[in-house]
């Protein structure tokens, strides 16, 4: 694994990642984007399972967020969900100047599906193909989220941690998981990955009032159906959740988005449901069937 940095256009160094194989020709690159209170070495294991398949793999740490955010984690940027968004395009340049001649595909978990619902409404042609995990097409209790956001915001500013937004839009995520024995019960039914989670110190810390209000914001407008609309109709989409997923209600909100696209005209769109795993389905006691099911729908995507 290679470790580079590159500034963006606001001059925030960016810190990021290349898996390379070791010997033979390389079929097509794999950008990864990870989700919010992580990084992207959380997705080691699944870089290295795409290089034993023959891909290069890159992925960053979004500002706020692992090595690029040390320092300030859980604040973007100055221009917050969309500087991100501009980040994982800079690398996206990086790759394809790096490698032209390759088909780019993108892995996207939670935070970072989101964002590349954004990313493929502005420049969809940049991937044959897309995989999500840990998403979906609605968000419960948003206006809530904005409304909420907006009024502490006024009092605390965008920089105060979103402790009291935490309680009303995380904290429920845990609940159906009884005896509920940490805050992040609903990422993983693995404890040895929870424990890894809460041990790593660049993991599970809380973002900012900030961070909460452009999310809700972003994703307000990435649903509009105008922006959907935009989306390349031959793009490769494949749709990755965990039937125990209590952020898109078990997963009834990742439906609707598989639903959405199809609607749209997406014909190339194909999803699985993972029923013992929860959010996090490339971290949970299916990871091996999940890494190797989007293995697999890259090698056919081709």
């Not at 990021?16 to 294991?45: C, N, T």
């Not at 190339?268 to 949970?284: G, L």
Request: hydrophobic share 40%.
């Amino acid at each position: 694994m290679e470790k580079f940095t590159f500034t963006d256009h606001l001059g925030i160094e960016i810190h990021a990642y290349k898996w390379v194989p070791d010997s033979g020709e390389s079929k097509a690159v794999v950008q990864i984007a990870h989700g919010m209170a992580e990084h992207a070495l959380r997705f080691s294991h699944v870089a290295e399972a795409l290089v034993k398949r023959g891909y290069i793999v890159y992925g960053n740490d979004h500002t706020g967020h692992g090595k690029t955010g040390k320092q300030n984690l859980g604040l973007l940027g100055p221009e917050g969900w969309n500087g991100c968004v501009k980040d994982l395009k800079q690398l996206n340049d990086i790759i394809k100047k790096e490698h032209p001649t390759l088909p780019i595909f993108y892995i996207g978990h939670s935070w970072g599906s989101l964002m590349g619902q954004d990313y493929i409404q502005q420049w969809g042609t940049d991937f044959k193909g897309v995989i999500f995990s840990g998403t979906y097409g609605r968000k419960a209790k948003l206006k809530l989220l904005l409304s909420v956001g907006k009024a502490i915001m006024k009092i605390q500013g965008l920089k105060s941690e979103a402790s009291l937004i935490y309680k009303i839009a995380v904290g429920p995520f845990s609940k159906p998981f009884k005896p509920v024995k940490t805050p992040h019960d609903w990422r993983s039914s693995d404890e040895k990955v929870i424990q890894d989670f809460i041990d790593d110190p660049l993991a599970g810390f809380k973002v900012t009032n900030g961070w909460f209000l452009e999310f809700g914001l972003a994703i307000k407008r990435i649903w509009q159906q105008e922006n959907e609309a935009k989306i390349p109709k031959n793009i490769g989409v494949l749709l990755l959740n965990g039937g125990l997923d209590s952020t898109c209600s078990m997963p009834a909100d990742f439906l609707l988005l598989k639903d959405r696209y199809e609607d749209l005209g997406i014909k190339n769109i194909q999803y699985k449901i993972y029923k013992d795993s929860r959010h996090s389905v490339f971290d949970d006691v299916q990871r091996n069937e999940v890494i190797d099911d989007a293995i697999n729908w890259l090698d056919s995507h081709i």
